[in-house]
């Protein structure tokens, strides 16, 4: 995995998808990944996204 080497420990990991499905959400976790949208998604879902995004990087 991605995030299992050092200097990618950091790097924050989101899924974008356009499928609706539970297995992809399950995916998302299972890969250690930071988020999880789907596609349509709300204005203010991704905006908290960015917030996530600029708060780890003040870290």
Known sequence: ????????????????TGVSEAEVAIKALET???????KPFDLSDFTDILEHIEQSNAV
């Open 32 to 38: 250690r990944a930071d988020g999880y949208l789907k």
């Open 1 to 16: 995995m991605l995030k299992s080497k050092d200097k990618f420990k950091k790097v924050l990991i989101y899924y974008f």
